[in-house]
Nanobody
Framework: QVQFVESGGGSVQPGGSLRLSCAAS????????IYWYRQAPGKQRELAAS???????DYTDSVKGRFTVSRDNAKNTVYLQMNSLRPEDTAIYYC?????????WGQGTQVTVSS
């Protein structure tokens, strides 16, 4: 059974940090490209960051310099370190895994940035 479980969300004040995790099971994790999407209230889901199977990183402009994505294939886990958080980072964060025609979503984790 394929499963992705996100964790690490919560409520922080502006300027704070959180580290999200996405743990996978039931797949050969190292083959997959992993994407972190986020969806703010009333807005469309957007791609925030990604890490491919060969370690190539990419970030949307609004998170560059603040967010860092990494992966530990031995633990079947991808991380999103989020620093200098802003109120506009408030959203549900989802991990998405892709390999050829295979496509999986996690259940999401809520991040709230508010004073």
């Amino acid at each position: 059974q394929v499963q992705f479980v996100e964790s690490g969300g919560g409520s922080v004040q502006p300027g704070g940090s959180l580290r999200l995790s996405c743990a996978a099971s039931g797949i050969i994790f190292s083959r997959y490209d992993i994407y972190w999407y986020r969806q703010a209230p009333g807005k469309q889901r957007e791609l925030a960051a990604s890490i491919t199977s060969d370690g190539t990183l990419d970030y949307t402009d609004s998170v560059k310099g603040r967010f860092t994505v990494s992966r530990d294939n031995a633990k079947n886990t991808v991380y999103l370190q989020m620093n200098s958080l802003r109120p506009e980072d408030t959203a549900i964060y989802y991990c998405n895994a892709r390999y050829r025609f295979l496509f999986y979503w996690g259940q999401g984790t809520q991040v709230t940035v508010s004073s």
